[in-house]
């Protein structure tokens, strides 16, 4: 089954075409970050049209790079949310007007379950049930997988996404945008334990990275900001260290607790060496095996889209021409049973 994927929750004009669910014949991006960095960060206007502007070409590159038409495919898979209403539209409407011009199947993915579908990519996969963290610019979240693909919230964070604390950090240092890629480049050359910031753990499996962001802007406020690179490197280690020891700590504590073998962990944030790093590290002492996806199918792409499409197609979901755009689901909503 060959499906295309379309994705343009955000700020990435992405389509992808993949062979039942496994295969990537091919994964365009269009980032507009070059567009939106002047304005520190996405400006969801600009961000529609950029999208209206980019998913003509962006398909057609998919189609071509895969080397097959229209005709070929069996199936559109469309992220419907969570993401920026506008910038959603843009993706599902095309979507749609495919779908019904070629008398194809529709159906629309939550932009979570792409992310955690984008390890079925992966040539060795998990074994089911596992623990997912999706950890992006909109959502610090543990889910437990099973073989039902019933995808149970065990985690959320309560204030800020980690990706929101690497990109609110970077805006607070002054040091440019998308954040998190910033300062994971300028950590590399930093000592991580220069600053002692905070390791917020509330109790449960909840997240909150609001307090570290607070305690960097207190330090800023304190310390003025640093006029030499080597300063700068040692404060962007020193709190990229602080989420990174939370998200390590927190989900292996998830894990341990519910008692899984396998952990996945994926989005944005994913792409982040410091955290692939420590989280291979530790898994590894801890006895559990960690499946994270490639760089590119951390951040937002199709190819993850048309994944989860695959699988939602088997499993029997498939949406109709009424189907909408979501800027926002429930966090324990990322797929209803059959
Ligand atoms: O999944 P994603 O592409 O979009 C959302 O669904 O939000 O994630 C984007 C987030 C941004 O906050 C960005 O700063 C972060 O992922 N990110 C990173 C890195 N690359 C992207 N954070 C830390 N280190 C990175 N290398
Ligand atoms: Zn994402």
């Given at each position: 089954?060959?499906?295309?994927?379309?994705?343009?929750?955000?700020?990435?004009?992405?389509?992808?075409?993949?062979?039942?669910?496994?295969?990537?014949?091919?994964?365009?991006?269009?980032?507009?970050?070059?567009?939106?960095?002047?304005?520190?960060?996405?400006?969801?206007?600009?961000?529609?049209?950029?999208?209206?502007?980019?998913?003509?070409?962006?398909v057609t590159e998919a189609l071509g790079q895969a080397g097959i038409g229209l005709e070929n495919i069996d199936a559109v898979g469309v992220t419907r949310g969570p993401g920026l209403v506008g910038s959603l539209l843009v993706g599902l409407s095309f979507a749609k007007a495919l779908?019904?011009?070629?008398?194809?199947?529709?159906?629309?993915?939550?932009?979570?379950?792409?992310?955690?579908?984008?390890?079925?990519?992966?040539?060795?996969?998990?074994?089911?049930?596992?623990?997912a963290l999706v950890v992006s610019g909109g959502h610090t979240n543990t889910y437990l997988v099973d073989e039902k693909e019933t995808i149970k919230l065990i985690g959320q964070t309560?204030?800020?996404?980690?990706?929101?604390?690497?990109?609110?950090?970077?805006?607070?240092?002054?040091?440019?945008?998308?954040?998190g890629i910033v300062i994971d480049r300028l950590a590399q050359n930093g000592n991580e334990s220069a600053v002692k910031f905070p390791r917020p753990l509330p109790e449960g499996h909840d997240f909150s990275f609001s307090g570290l962001k607070t305690a960097l802007l207190n330090y800023v406020k304190k310390n003025g900001l640093p006029d030499n690179s080597d300063a700068l490197a040692n404060i962007a280690?020193?709190?990229?260290?602080?989420?990174?020891?939370?998200?390590?700590?927190?989900?292996?504590?998830?894990?341990?607790?519910?008692?899984v073998r396998d952990i996945v962990v994926c989005g944005g944030v994913a792409a982040n060496s410091r955290l692939r790093f420590c989280m291979d590290q530790e898994t590894r002492k801890r006895g559990y095996r960690l499946f994270i996806p490639p760089?590119?199918?951390?951040?937002?792409?199709?190819a993850m889209i048309a994944a989860a499409a695959h699988r939602l197609l088997i499993a029997g979901h498939s949406n109709g021409l009424d189907l909408n755009a979501v800027s926002r689901f429930c966090p324990d909503l990322v797929r209803l049973p059959v």
């Open positions: 089954m060959l499906i295309l994927g379309i994705e343009t929750s955000c700020d990435e004009t992405a389509a992808a075409v993949v062979r039942d669910g496994r295969v990537i014949l091919s994964n365009v991006i269009y980032s507009q970050s070059d567009i939106h960095s002047s304005y520190g960060g996405v400006v969801p206007e600009l961000a529609s049209r950029m999208h209206i502007d980019t998913i003509i070409p962006v779908a019904f011009a070629i008398g194809k199947p529709l159906a629309g993915v939550n932009h979570i379950e792409g992310h955690i579908a984008a390890i079925f990519l992966n040539e060795v996969l998990p074994s089911f049930p596992f623990l309560r204030d800020d996404a980690a990706g929101e604390a690497f990109d609110k950090g970077a805006k607070l240092l002054n040091i440019g945008y998308p954040g280690a020193s709190y990229q260290e602080a989420i990174v020891d939370v998200l390590v700590e927190k989900t292996l504590r998830a894990a341990e607790l519910i008692a760089l590119i199918l951390c951040t937002d792409n199709a």
